[in-house]
């Protein structure tokens, strides 16, 4: 069971996922924030995240990116995204990808439970990236 242990600095909220083992496993709820952007980012037809940039997800000291917002209750998570689709791709399709690969990212990596993948489409991006 997840148990909410407050940080150092009280912005990050971090769980206990495990302590029956010879030690504690924690995680912090911007590491599953950003697993959900990374999980994400793996679709075809996904663009980016709205109020997001890549310099951002690779800072070190990124907190949990904007556009994204995880909420972790009971070992279960919800996740709330915001993003911005490529141009020409389905957007019912392409966000139920983008829910299923989040959702399976998130269980296979952390063994928390995801309840809730929330998409909002907040654009469409029709020019090509270099």
């Given amino acids: ?73 009971n070992n279960m998570v919800r996740v709330d995204l915001t993003a911005r689709l490529k141009y020409g791709y389905g957007i019912r399709e392409t966000c139920s990808k983008i829910q299923e690969k989040i959702k399976t990212a998130i269980e296979n990596m952390t063994g928390l439970k995801v309840t809730d993948v929330n998409i909002r489409v907040a654009g469409v991006n029709t020019e090509a990236r270099a």
């Fill in 1 to 73: 069971m997840a148990n909410l242990v407050k940080s150092a600095d009280d912005k990050t909220k971090i769980y206990t996922l495990d302590s029956r083992t010879i030690g504690e496993v924690k995680i912090a709820d911007d590491v599953v924030a950003s697993i959900a952007v990374l999980a994400a980012r793996e679709v075809e037809g996904f663009d980016d995240m709205e109020g997001n940039t890549t310099r951002l997800m690779n800072s070190v000291k990124a907190r949990q990116p904007k556009g994204v917002r995880v909420d972790v209750v």
